[in-house]
């Protein structure tokens, strides 16, 4: 879509939405007109991309679109990488010299974390790859030098034919999503979905470009990019990963990505400061049933080419050279063991001649496999397998097991090595020199090089949506006395958001980011330079009355499953920022919110306390930038205008979360393609509706834990500071030792070992406090999940859990008896009576932490899932003593 036909659309909407917004109708005519360039169109000429779009199918419906498969529908794409006679008799006269092992080898890609240098010399693994938070050595501070020394290493030992007679150099894998985001010092880019909402096609080639020279540095060849997800449910924990529900636009940006890390195919492709790139996550994962990560998708087939295919028919033209397959089932059936589409579709009718490499140990969730065995997902065109832990070695083995006794074609095989091959070639893989050789590599300067922070700030003023501006507050001048307040201020890791360092983005502080900003950095540079004053309190306490207060706040960092939620209330049950805006609005200070989020979520609430609202989403490392569009130039002209515009719409109630439903009865609150400039016109009043939904209970449960701690909790161990929830990282002091273990998924869970030297304490604390008196009131938990794992004592040591209320003020249960019964290596629920805490002394109406786990002895524990649950009094096994 061009950007005359994108400002047209807008220009469309805004004539309109004031009428709408009044009259809370926002009908179908309004929405077509918002987002006329989707390829679903509203007049229902496409009738599987609009029932796609409507509320769930029923099961006929659902088996009619799973078997009726129409590959006729899916284009013949004209790629722009061509075939090349050379490369493939190099291709094909090196496969005809290559073992079975050999082969299968080239079909592995392990894990940094488990496999060595010696591993790679013995097997020689076609690629390896680095998960998130996963660094050479297991060292988060991991200098440039440290990731090209192990690059060099790999390298070396997958030419080394002396154990396995095998010289073909071997790739590395990297997830550099929003920047080369795993390395120190990195450019961070916006996430996704504040790139959507830019729109600028050249800009995210830039980006591109950037990410694959500093990913070069580091001596990597391949990057897990782009996304091309087009969410379908604001549920879904990897919405931001999405560019936008308008599959023209992801079309567009996959693309651009695609150009801008591997090189144009008739220029300098795959070349010295290219990278290979990675379509994702093939196909359908924006649209699962629910928004459940990993889930299923149950659209008709044409919507799942019109609506979740655009992103490949936009990147496998451009030439990307690898798809990684999805998670997700279409149909019940797993993408990874999906023969039809992999290869009938994606190889066949679209004609994609690189490979398709999975995701992670993705083949262990097709029916009938596990990690160490899946031969389903070889017949159906899995070209390579990621399999991380140490079920490489019985999958490498089982698979070629398989081929041995015909469950596996051979010339399978030969394909799915042919695929590898011809991308190596392509790359230049047998010819560049190693990688601590090669023109970038250890060329330090260039990682969060100036010029690419410029870029990077240009993608932050372009992707910020302005929400509201009554009285026209913004763009504030200043010369002004202000007060910056809210948790999201000065904090680069949550302005960041996951895949940021670590997977899920937590436990990082601005220190982890060398050369970046926060947003309240920002603010004070600006004011500083026009002779104002400003004050950072992140209660939003002050000292002299501002003339305007900045309050930075929204969700903690997150990546996939973990960022699944059940509704799109704003901190449901536990309203800390509503309470510091109103505050500020009663003592009769104008309130401009900076919201991030990584998905559009119902504010109705804190948009009826502020004066301005501002969506920043996730702007990555350069924080200042915000600053540049917020504030005037001193003489009061505009320094940057606002000129992004949702690409999402935003949701009316908590509830709403299926984007873009094309009928009578979707009202968002604000459409697709909404943003306003300085000086239009504001459209949302101080009255918004703030009534919860009527399948969202008046009382609803509070999580505390689930997979990491939940806003506006942080996680404190004994008298350290307090940190965000751990993902791969240990954090030890001289009372405990806590890491990350896996139940479920991977680090959803924590293990505590106290070592009895002084009190050991592990809480989930905040600055503000929070009133659970109608928990109390309403027969609630707190329940917890734990397992005990170590042989226990004759006499089990005194463990208590706490709600404190203040230093002097806390409540305490001891649990001793009950973990003493449990069953070791088993999970058990606990749930003790909310009473208990009150009756034991914490005042239930100022509580700064729900939770706090604490001994004095020597003493193991592994715990996970912790909620505060109304009206679960009938599940309580822990009373009051």
């Given at each position: 879509m061009t950007n005359e036909k994108f400002i047209d659309n807008k220009l469309k909407s805004k004539r309109l939405r004031s009428q709408a917004l009044n009259s809370n109708k926002l009908k179908t005519s309004i929405l077509c007109l918002a987002i006329s360039s989707l390829l679903v169109g509203c007049n229902g000429n496409k009738q599987e991309s609009v029932a796609e779009i409507k509320p769930e199918q029923s099961a006929a419906s659902s088996l009619l679109a799973k078997t009726s498969a129409n590959i006729s529908i899916w284009p013949k794409l004209d790629i722009a990488v061509k075939t090349n006679a050379d490369i493939e008799r190099k291709v094909a006269s090196l496969l005809a010299t290559m073992t079975l092992e050999q082969k299968i080898a080239q079909m592995i890609q392990p894990e940094i974390r488990d496999i060595t240098v010696e591993d790679m010399r013995k097997y020689g693994?076609?690629?390896?790859?680095?998960?998130?938070?996963?660094?050479?050595?297991?060292?988060?501070?991991?200098?440039?030098?440290?990731?090209?020394?192990?690059?060099?290493?790999?390298?070396?030992?997958?030419?080394?034919?002396?154990?396995?007679?095998?010289?073909?150099?071997?790739?590395?894998?990297?997830?550099?999503?929003?920047?080369?985001?795993?390395?120190?010092?990195?450019?961070?880019?916006?996430?996704?979905?504040?790139?959507?909402?830019?729109?600028?096609?050249?800009?995210?080639?830039?980006?591109?470009?950037?990410?694959?020279?500093?990913v070069r540095v580091t001596g990597i060849d391949w990057v897990f990019a782009p996304t091309v997800a087009v969410v379908r449910d604001d549920r879904w924990g990897r919405t931001y990963e999405g560019y936008s529900e308008d599959p023209e636009i992801v079309r567009a940006y996959s693309a651009a990505i695609v150009k801008g890390l591997q090189g144009a195919a008739d220029k300098d492709f795959l070349g010295d400061n290219r990278v290979i790139s990675t379509i994702k996550h093939f196909i359908g994962d924006g649209g699962t049933d629910g928004g459940d990560d990993q889930g299923n998708n149950l659209s008709a087939e044409q919507a799942l080419l019109d609506i979740h295919g655009q992103g490949y028919v936009g990147g496998l033209t451009a030439g990307a050279q690898s798809v990684m397959a999805s998670f997700n089932s279409w149909h019940g059936s797993k993408i990874h063991g999906n023969k039809y589409l992999i290869t009938d579709v994606l190889k066949g009718k679209m004609g994609f001649d690189g490979f398709v490499v999975g995701d992670w140990n993705g083949h262990g969730q097709v029916k009938g496999c596990s990690n160490e065995s899946c031969p389903q997902a070889v017949n159906a065109g899995l070209d390579i397998f990621m399999v991380p832990t140490d079920a490489w070695r019985p999958l490498y083995e089982n698979t070629i097991k398989q081929v041995k006794s015909g469950e596996i074609a051979q010339t399978r095989i030969d394909d799915a090595v042919s695929r590898i091959l011809r991308v190596k070639f392509r790359a230049g893989l047998f010819d560049k020199p190693s990688p601590v050789n090669r023109a970038l590599s250890g060329k330090i300067h260039l990682i969060g090089a100036i010029e690419h922070r410029e870029v990077a700030r240009q993608a932050v003023r372009e992707s910020l949506v302005l929400l509201k501006n009554k009285g026209n507050l913004l763009p504030l001048l200043a010369n002004q006395h202000i007060l910056v307040a809210g948790d999201g201020a000065d904090n680069i890791g949550k302005q960041s958001g996951g895949w940021s360092i670590t997977w899920q983005g937590t436990n990082n502080f601005n220190d982890d980011f060398p050369g970046g900003s926060s947003i309240y950095q920002g603010i004070k540079q600006q004011v500083n330079t026009q002779g104002g004053s400003v004050e950072l309190n992140i209660?939003?306490?002050?000292?002299?009355?501002?003339?305007?207060?900045?309050?930075?706040?929204?969700?903690?960092?997150?990546?996939?499953?973990?960022?699944?939620?059940?509704?799109?209330?704003?901190?449901?049950?536990?309203?800390?920022d509503l309470a510091l805006l109103k505050r500020l609005k009663a003592d009769g200070i104008k309130v401009v919110s900076l919201f991030i989020s990584g998905r559009p979520l119902w504010i109705n609430a804190e948009l009826n306390a502020s004066d301005a609202?501002?969506?920043?989403?996730?702007?990555?490392?350069?924080?200042?930038?915000?600053?540049?569009?917020?504030?005037?130039?001193?003489?009061?002209?505009?320094?940057?205008?606002?000129?992004?515009?949702?690409?999402?719409?935003?949701?009316?109630?908590?509830?709403?979360?299926?984007?873009?439903?094309?009928?009578?009865?979707?009202?968002?609150?604000?459409?697709?393609?909404?943003?306003?400039?300085?000086?239009?016109?504001?459209?949302?009043?101080?009255?918004?509706?703030?009534?919860?939904?009527?399948?969202?209970?008046?009382?609803?449960?509070?999580?505390?834990?689930?997979?990491?701690?939940?806003?506006?909790?942080?996680?404190?161990?004994?008298?350290?500071?307090?940190?965000?929830?751990?993902?791969?990282?240990?954090?030890?002091?001289?009372?405990?030792?806590?890491?990350?273990?896996?139940r479920d998924v991977q680090e959803d869970a924590r293990r505590v070992l106290f070592n009895g030297s002084e009190k050991g304490l592990i809480a989930f604390t905040s600055s503000s406090a929070t009133d659970l008196t109608p928990y109390s009131k309403a027969n609630s938990t707190l329940e917890l999940t734990v397992r005990l794992t170590e042989q226990k004592n004759l006499v089990m040591p005194q463990v208590y859990l706490s709600m404190s209320c203040g230093e002097q003020c806390q409540g305490q249960v001891n649990i001793s008896k009950e973990l003493s019964s449990l069953k070791l290596n088993q999970w058990h629920t606990l749930n003790i009576d909310l009473q208990c805490f009150e009756k034991n002394g914490a005042d239930m109406s100022n509580i700064f932490s729900p939770f706090s786990l604490h001994t004095i002895a020597q003493f193991s524990i592994d715990f996970t899932d912790v909620y505060i649950r109304p009206n679960n009094l009938e599940q309580a096994n822990i009373s009051c003593q």
């Open positions: 693994f076609g690629s390896y790859l680095n998960g998130g938070g996963a660094f050479p050595n297991n060292d988060k501070h991991a200098t440039p030098s440290d990731w090209v020394n192990l690059a060099e290493a790999m390298y070396q030992a997958s030419i080394d034919d002396s154990l396995d007679g095998n010289s073909i150099p071997t790739m590395w894998g990297t997830d550099a999503v929003h920047g080369h985001n795993n390395v120190i010092g990195a450019t961070l880019f916006p996430h996704n979905i504040g790139l959507g909402a830019a729109n600028n096609p050249d800009l995210i080639e830039k980006i591109a470009a950037i990410t694959a020279i500093e209660d939003g306490h002050y000292n002299t009355k501002p003339d305007v207060a900045i309050v930075v706040f929204g969700e903690e960092p997150y990546a996939e499953g973990v960022g699944d939620i059940e509704n799109l209330e704003y901190q449901q049950g536990v309203k800390q609202f501002v969506a920043v989403w996730l702007p990555g490392s350069e924080g200042v930038a915000v600053a540049d569009v917020l504030f005037s130039k001193a003489n009061g002209d505009i320094n940057h205008d606002f000129t992004g515009k949702l690409s999402y719409s935003w949701p009316a109630t908590a509830n709403q979360t299926r984007v873009n439903r094309f009928d009578d009865n979707y009202q968002p609150l604000l459409p697709y393609g909404f943003g306003l400039s300085y000086g239009e016109p504001n459209v949302l009043a101080d009255d918004l509706d703030v009534s919860t939904d009527k399948t969202t209970t008046s009382l609803p449960s509070i999580t505390l834990f689930e997979s990491s701690v939940k806003s506006p909790w942080k996680m404190m161990i004994s008298d350290s500071h307090a940190t965000n929830a751990m993902t791969s990282s240990i954090i030890e002091n001289k009372a405990l030792y806590l890491r990350t273990i896996d």
